[in-house]
């Protein structure tokens, strides 16, 4: 799987290609000189892109005790590429080239990182991305646990069913941009069919259009129905599947993209800061942490160069709807 996505993101490796794309992309925004700014960044781009599969193959042959500080910067380097598609001119400024998230910097006794969180801050490439490639609002200063981050990542629910940590989702249908969600959903909501579907209308911004064998059937923005870009349903790559939280805290009104990103810039942090921490975790085993962090780089070494490649490969369907595919 981790070479579909690098095989895809390879696709940029030649100028005249990135170039190509990049005016397309910029037309299609209605961007300022889109030709002169696709001449000026098709390098830019490809460098971009290239810095970033150093990272993941030197990750990929790294031990666990650095692999977070790779796969973190080759993130970095991803998302970097992808703004040059919506902000031809990054970076225009300094405060935009700080990573944009903090975390505690000194680690209290007994600490956990399933119980740690992170803070997004008001400047950085983690809000530039935010604001500028996927054009959200309202998450200057939020805060997000890595256990409210872990349990948007589908792949971890095995981990966290093992060891006993209540995370319930239940498996949703996609198709043409109507999303079926089954009848019982209600249920795991302790809600009537009726304040269920207002619930999802009012808070998610979908709109329900109907019953069909056994499903609320509900259409929404194209968006919402792409794993690269839904900030509401969580999606296995392996078996392409997708899932809907069955509680209702779990909505974080991320891209699991996003998710990635702060999890992965807490653990860098970790391996960079906490070394006696983090030592005694990957020596001893000491805790639950070293299966979650271990299971979450694997999992996010295969599926965010996989995001990367779909976010910018749709970005050549994109049309003036604001439709990505």
Known sequence: MRNKGWKELELFYSVETSQYFLEKVYKNHDMDDPKRNSYKNGERFIFFLKHAEA?????????????????????????????????????????????????RKRKKQNYRFYEDEVKIQRNGLCMHVI??????????????????????IPEINNVLSFQRRENPMVKVSVQDGSI????????????????????????????????????????????EAHPCTSTSLLFELENETYFFPAARDRFLKLPEILVHYLIAYNLSMIARYETEWWYDLLLQCSSDDYVIIQQFLHITEIKFPYYIAKLLLGKKEYNKKGQLY
């Open 180 to 223: 079926r969600l089954p009848q019982h959903t209600a249920d795991a909501y302790n809600m009537s069919a009726k304040r269920f579907i207002e619930h999802v209308e009012y808070h998610l911004n979908w709109n329900f259009t109907g019953e069909d064998n056994g499903s609320f059937v509900f259409s929404s923005d194209q968006k």
């Open 55 to 103: 990272f993941y193959k030197q990750a990929k042959l790294a031990s666990i005790e650095i692999k977070p500080i790779l796969l973190f910067y080759g993130m970095a380097q991803l998302l970097k590429a992808c703004i040059l598609t919506s902000d031809p001119s990054y970076p225009s400024h300094t405060s935009v080239l700080a990573h944009g998230v903090t975390t």
């Open 131 to 152: 604001q500028s490639l996927f054009q959200l609002k309202g998450l200057e200063d939020e805060r997000f646990s890595m256990k409210q981050l872990l349990a948007n």
